[in-house]
């Protein structure tokens, strides 16, 4: 016999004792499967909550925008009432002046 | 790369009956396997026990990621790798109490006809006092018949490396048992 075939020998096959696949079937039991097709309920993995999350976080900021977009409308729109209302007591004051200073050259005559 | 073994159709089919969540093809698996991935750990550990633990958590890995695996084949391949490259960590972590120095290996008288057990011993003792990667290499090459490209790809070694380690050991080995008087 070659010296290989004596290693082929020293380094055959070994069974595992007695029970072997069983205690590997208990294992897996204790452990949660994975590798599996699931037949329980379906639970989101990470990667999609994080999608799940980034989709609200872009839909909470859209609302807000749309919300400041609205205030900062509004506050334009004060401003220019405010200053419509503001030249035309002006243009109404000078009138009045004008009017009272006629008045009074007339009363001098 | 897949080592080109005739695997019968039925394998594939118990594979994807384990796949679908099938316990007793799963076992069915475990079991025309098991005397691979306990041999391939028992040769290198060296101690049954620790052997049993290891080749355990070989399979559940496989059960974990049995989804990912496409043929019988394919699933031979990944055993014996898994196997090894936990083997050589479990080798390093464990290298002091594992490796016996080649000069404290008691001597012992061998004969070298038929099936010599003493022989085997003897070899197996010597093996135990090799580096744990030239141990895993001797252990592919001799239980599991692979010849040193396929060696290389399941360990992720250069071929040189392997080819390097078998011709080391071997006449390690050689001369040892030679010394001996264990080998003609």
Not at chain 1, 4 to 16: C, S, T
Not at chain 1, 47 to 76: E, G, H, N
């Amino acid at each position: 016999m070659s010296f290989d075939d004596e290693l082929r020998r020293a380094f055959e096959r070994k069974d595992p004792p007695a029970g072997f696949a069983d205690r590997v079937l208990a294992r897996i039991s204790q452990t949660q499967p994975s590798g599996v097709e699931s037949r329980g309920p379906q639970t989101s993995s990470p990667f999609q909550v994080r999608w799940i999350a980034a989709i609200a976080a872009l839909a909470v900021l859209a609302v807000a925008s749309s919300q400041y977009y609205s205030s900062r409308q509004a506050a334009l729109e004060e401003e220019r009432v405010k200053e419509q209302l503001r030249v035309s007591l002006q243009i109404a004051s000078e009138k009045l002046n004008e009017v009272g200073r006629k008045v009074r050259e007339y009363g001098e005559r | 790369m897949l080592k080109a073994v005739p695997i019968a159709p039925r394998a594939d089919e118990t594979l994807a009956r384990a796949q679908a969540g099938d316990q007793a093809a799963f076992a069915a698996i475990v079991r025309e396997h098991q005397s691979m991935v306990f041999g391939l750990a028992y040769h290198v550990v060296r101690d049954r026990a620790v052997a049993e633990d290891l080749a355990q958590e070989v399979f559940l890995d496989l059960y974990k990621s049995l989804k990912n695996l496409e043929s019988a084949a394919h699933v031979t391949f990944w055993l014996r790798k898994v196997t090894s490259h936990r083997c050589i960590d479990r080798g390093r972590r464990e290298r002091r109490r594992l490796e016996i120095a080649v000069e404290h290996v008691p001597e012992q008288p061998v004969l070298s006809s038929g099936r010599d057990v003493l022989f085997e011993n003897r070899v197996r003792q010597l093996v135990a006092a090799l580096p744990v990667g030239a141990r895993m290499v001797l252990t592919l090459r001799y239980q599991e018949d692979l010849q040193p490209s396929e060696i290389a790809d399941t360990l992720d070694m250069p071929v040189n490396t392997v080819k390097s380690h078998l011709r080391r050991s071997i006449a390690l080995l050689r001369e040892r048992l030679v010394r001996q008087g264990g080998l003609m």
